[in-house]
């Protein structure tokens, strides 16, 4: 069956860095565009990044020049880099695999169970 396991996530300070990572297995992974979503309470799951099969990417905007999605196709693994965290990034952040290179969630088949990303001020 599919299996999306994240990992990396943590307690980090604000302006530090986490790399969260994305193991895919069960689909053919190459095939598959990836992406980033995060959830906060009280808030709607949002977009933070998405990778198509062969590269492009999207970055929602108070993400852009902080994160950088990036895959490994050998490894069958999706990246997250975060760099200058903000307490507001906080949230599990869940990864996505989908045939389609999408922003909407909609969009995306399968999902992992996310990892928790809390950034204290």
């Known amino acids: 069956q599919v299996q999306l396991v994240e990992s990396g996530g943590g307690l980090v300070q604000a302006g530090g860095s986490l790399t969260l990572s994305c193991a895919a297995s069960?689909?053919?992974?190459?095939?598959?565009?990836m992406g980033w979503y995060r959830e906060a309470p009280g808030k709607e799951r949002e977009l933070v990044a998405a990778i198509s099969s062969g590269g492009s990417t999207d970055y929602a905007d108070s993400v852009k020049g902080r994160f950088t999605i990036s895959r490994d196709n050998a490894k069958n693994t999706v990246y997250l880099q975060m760099n200058s965290l903000k307490p507001e990034d906080t949230a599990m952040y869940h990864c996505?695999?989908?045939?389609?290179?999408?922003?909407?969630?909609?969009?995306?088949?399968?999902w992992g169970q996310g990892t928790q990303v809390t950034v204290s001020s």
């Open positions: 996505a695999a989908g045939e389609i290179w999408s922003d909407y969630a909609e969009e995306y088949d399968y």
């Open positions: 069960g689909i053919i992974f190459s095939s598959n565009a």
